[in-house]
């Protein structure tokens, strides 16, 4: 008896057939949207002076393209985020693991730092620029400061959240502090910690743009923005498809890097 196609069994469907298919089906909504948009603006559905076509904004992304100035805002945008994602989840980790470990040290900086969580980084930017001025290190603190608390709070619920009995027998073992942490408390709770990165660099993403807000020159942010300061609709729109094609392709790559690193703990992906 033959199959039908809707019976064989999707492990048996070559591979090259099911990425194929999962990037024609991911592609339907990006493609429908595109469409509307171009009919949009063609009928006048959407006013043309606020809203470029889909062709004008292929067009200023060549141009941009052609010249150099996408290249050069798309890099010093990448900077200023891995210099700012970078120190700070560098710095939560560090506090969360203390934190999660000790509750002496618990006791000393857990209510300042939950104290302070729930203030609006927007909320910061006249103390960074108090302090640091408006340069570089103003900017990459904004960023800094928003994904200190995602990748702070991530660490510690991943410490918390280690089976004690694995505790107990590195204990009994005779493991030294260093050697608990190393070996024990950071593996566990490292999917925790890689989860709330791929949440910290999408919270960067934003508060980027908002940073090169600031007086600023260069930069996607300060793209978009000047784009929309002269009724450059098309350089916006190309501004913002670029931050969102960088920031996709920033979170595919987390993505993998989660996915190596918890090779040995396997999760449910869906059905």
């Known amino acids: ?3 039908a196609p809707k019976d064989v069994p999707h492990s048996l469907v070559p591979a090259r057939t099911r990425r194929l298919e ?7 909504v990006p493609l429908a949207l595109l469409a509307m948009w171009e009919l949009g603006t063609r009928y006048n559905w959407l006013p043309r002076t606020l809203v470029s076509s889909p062709s004008a904004v292929a067009e200023a992304m060549l141009r941009l393209g052609r010249n150099g100035a996408l290249v050069h805002h798309s890099l010093v945008s990448l900077r200023r985020l891995s210099l700012g994602f970078g120190s700070g989840s560098l710095l939560a980790v560090l ?24 203030v609006p980084v927007s909320a910061w930017i006249p103390l960074i620029i108090i302090l640091f001025g408006i340069g570089e290190v103003a900017k990459c603190s904004v960023i800094a400061v928003g ?24 204990r009994v073992c005779g493991k030294t502090p260093t050697l608990l942490v190393t070996q024990v408390l950071l593996p566990s709770a490292l999917a925790s910690i890689l989860q709330a990165m791929r949440g ?19 930069g996607l942010g300060w793209l978009m923005w000047d784009a929309r ?3 450059r609709a098309d350089e916006m ?10 920031g996709a392709t920033t979170d595919w790559i987390a993505r993998r890097i989660q996915r190596r690193v918890l090779i040995w703990r396997p999760a449910f992906e869906g059905q």
Do not use: C, N
């Open 237 to 246: 729109i190309v501004g913002v498809a670029m931050a969102g094609a960088l």
């Open 229 to 231: 300061q002269y009724g």
């Open 95 to 118: 506090i969360g693991t203390f934190v999660g470990l000790s509750k002496a040290f618990d006791r000393v900086m857990a209510p300042t730092l939950s104290f302070l969580a729930p």
């Open 22 to 28: 999962f990037h024609v089906v991911s592609a339907m």
């Open 147 to 170: 994904a200190f608390f995602v990748v702070y709070f991530g660490t510690v619920s991943g410490i918390r959240s280690t089976d004690p009995k694995l505790v107990e027998v590195a």
């Open 1 to 3: 008896m033959t199959l």
């Open 200 to 218: 910290a660099l999408a919270l960067g993403w934003v508060l980027l743009v908002i940073a090169e807000v600031i007086a600023s020159t260069e």
